[in-house]
């Protein structure tokens, strides 16, 4: 079973969108890295609702698109030594990170 992100805009929720710019050889090992990062530490977080890996087709960007129950669950989660671990190496496959937390405003889906 796969399971997604709920996109609700009635739903309180902090959502990070974290765009990684990488060099295209080195795209899936960021992915790995965040995907084994988010076994192992990040989904057992207090807050943590899900996380969700794009590759653009191109190999320069990965997407993050994450769901926390809120911005303190999130901040939270950034003071932890043992997630901060995990972020430091993606810091360092990737040649650019920018996090920022959003939140939903619409949805629209097909009938």
Do not use: K
């Not at 959502?15 to 990040?42: H, K, Y």
């Not at 993050?64 to 939270?76: D, I, V």
């Amino acid at each position: 079973m796969t399971v997604t992100a709920s996109i609700d805009s009635s739903r309180p929720v902090a959502t990070l969108i974290n765009v990684f710019t990488v060099a295209p050889e080195r795209q899936q090992e960021l992915i790995g890295l965040l995907a084994r990062a988010t076994e192992e530490t990040m989904r057992h977080q207090p807050g943590f609702i899900c996380a969700n890996f794009h590759a653009s087709e191109d190999g320069q960007r990965v997407i993050n698109y994450a769901q926390w129950e809120s911005e303190q669950h999130y901040r939270a989660m950034l003071a932890n030594p043992e997630a901060r671990v995990h972020m430091d190496e993606a810091a360092v496959i990737a040649t650019d990170v920018q996090p920022r937390l959003f939140r939903v405003i619409s949805t629209h889906a097909r009938p």
